[in-house]
T-cell receptor, first 112, second 117 residues
Framework: DQQVKQNSPSLSVQEGRISILNCDYT??????FLWYKKYPAEGPTFLIS?????DKNEDGRFTVFLNKSAKHLSLHIVPSQPGDSAVYFC???????????FGEGTQLTVNP | GAVVSQHPSWVICKSGTSVKIECRSL??????MFWYRQFPKQSLMLMAT?????????EQGVEKDKFLINHASLTLSTLTVTSAHPEDSSFYIC?????????????FGDGTRLSIL
């Protein structure tokens, strides 16, 4: 039972344009959501998070949007840069300190 | 930012060998650490939650006698893969979270690539 799903295994965008990565979840008990970036043979690097009491959180080029009624969150990267090319995982937990459930990941490729 | 160090980064060994992986929080204390496993082109799957001073909590389907976890201090957790076999070959990653008020993300080590011949 995949409680966190990233339906797009890959995304390709042009440098300077917006990248939008999507994530859906099924467990209504999730109330803390995170995005991680991962390069091959490295651990995930934390990017940005959002609590369920918010619908938007912004940090520089990265913005996460949360739609609780739709059980959907998205990560916007603008402008996209070639160095952003990596696998992006969304993750969710019931409380901020508890176990994370990860999506399958989306490979983002930003073309120069 | 918070740093989690994992060692070794790569292990190749013969079937039947036991392998120990260390996870350290370098600039903060972590009463809880997490161990994940990732197979190629798949997501990270939580194996167990490591609790300082007490027994680890294992996820369903994870053999606790196979994957021994010790969390003896606030900055160190170890995962020992006992009598490893080729099917245990995977990428093992640990994480830790800074204790404190409010939402705090888990920070990950760089992982250990385990190859069992």
């Amino acid at each position: 039972d995949q409680q966190v799903k990233q339906n797009s295994p890959s995304l390709s965008v042009q440098e300077g344009r917006i990248s939008i990565l999507n994530c859906d979840y099924t467990n209504s008990m999730f109330d803390y959501f995170l995005w991680y970036k991962k390069y091959p043979a490295e651990g995930p690097t934390f990017l940005i998070s959002i609590s369920s009491i918010k619908d938007k959180n912004e940090d520089g080029r990265f913005t996460v949007f949360l739609n609780k009624s739709a059980k959907h969150l998205s990560l916007h990267i603008v402008p996209s840069q070639p160095g952003d090319s990596a696998v992006y995982f969304c993750a969710a937990s019931g409380t901020s300190g508890s176990r994370l459930t990860f999506g399958e990941g989306t490979q983002l490729t930003v073309n120069p | 930012g918070a740093v989690v160090s994992q060692h070794p980064s790569w292990v190749i060994c013969k079937s039947g060998t036991s392998v120990k992986i260390e996870c350290r929080s370098l600039d903060f204390q972590a009463t809880t650490m997490f161990w994940y496993r990732q197979f190629p082109k798949q997501s990270l799957m939580l194996m167990a939650t490591s609790n300082e001073g007490s027994k680890a909590t294992y996820e369903q389907g994870v053999e606790k006698d196979k994957f021994l976890i010790n969390h003896a201090s606030l900055t160190l957790s170890t995962l020992t893969v006992t009598s490893a076999h080729p099917e245990d070959s995977s990428f093992y990653i640990c994480s830790a979270r800074i204790q404190g008020w409010g939402d705090q993300p888990q920070h990950f080590g760089d992982g250990t690539r385990l190859s069992i011949l």
